[in-house]
């Protein structure tokens, strides 16, 4: 059975071992991962991001949940990938969001989190998510204020300083008893 989410312009599904020229598109782009704190960076053949998918796919398997492909609904092209991932050493799970250039600034990033946050909430039943920025990335921060989330702390993550914001799942409204 394949899992997709589904937000008004996109849909979301775990990445499949094929998934990796496309992902290569953006994950070797230097302006795309200018922000990216990861250990690798920046992929610079397609063998890194072979290994990345491979990563991705693993995580999906072992948790239940991982970064995701981002399809346009409207021209099934791939256009980004975003979700979630468990940060090292500590039980915080965090979310994040990556497009190609050409998709960057319709709003589509905050789409794609909002339908994540709800899926963590909802169907994953995580009690809270983080995601983190570099400060000069305002898009992102932006994104995450967007979303509700609240700014938690600077921290340095993979050797960088990060600002960090959390969200806590909402209470549930439906169970009050009389
Ligand atoms: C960051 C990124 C995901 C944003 O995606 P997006 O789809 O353009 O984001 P959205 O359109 O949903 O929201 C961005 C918001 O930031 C605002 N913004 C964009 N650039 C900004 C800047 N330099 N300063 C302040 N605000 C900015 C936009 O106006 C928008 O706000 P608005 O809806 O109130 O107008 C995208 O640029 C990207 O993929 N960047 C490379 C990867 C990356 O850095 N990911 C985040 C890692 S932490």
Redesign the pocket.
């Known amino acids: 059975m394949s899992i997709t989410l589904e937000t008004p312009r996109m849909t979301l599904r775990p990445f499949q071992a094929t998934d990796a020229p496309v992902l290569f598109t953006?994950v070797s782009d230097p302006?795309?991962?200018?922000?990216?704190?990861t250990v690798t960076g920046l992929d610079h053949s397609l063998e890194q991001t072979v290994a990345r998918v491979a990563r991705y796919m693993s995580y999906q398997e072992h948790y239940g949940f991982s970064r995701w492909l981002i399809f346009d609904r409207e021209s099934g092209e791939a256009i980004?990938d975003a979700g979630l991932l468990k940060m090292n050493g500590t039980d915080e799970i965090e979310l994040?969001?990556?497009?190609?250039?050409p998709?960057?600034?319709?709003?589509?990033?905050?789409?794609?989190?909002a339908a994540w946050l709800e899926y963590a909430f909802n169907t994953l039943n995580i009690p809270a998510i983080i995601?983190?920025?570099?400060p000069e990335?305002?898009?992102?921060?932006?994104?995450m204020e967007?979303l509700g989330m609240q700014f938690l702390r600077m921290d340095a993550i993979s050797g960088k300083m990060?600002v960090v914001y959390g969200i806590q799942k909402p209470a549930s409204t439906g169970d009050v008893q009389a």
């Open positions: 953006w302006e795309v991962m200018r922000f990216m704190p980004g994040g969001y990556r497009f190609a250039k998709w960057w600034g319709q709003g589509r990033a905050t789409e794609v989190a995601a983190f920025a570099e990335n305002r898009a992102s921060i932006h994104v967007k990060e």
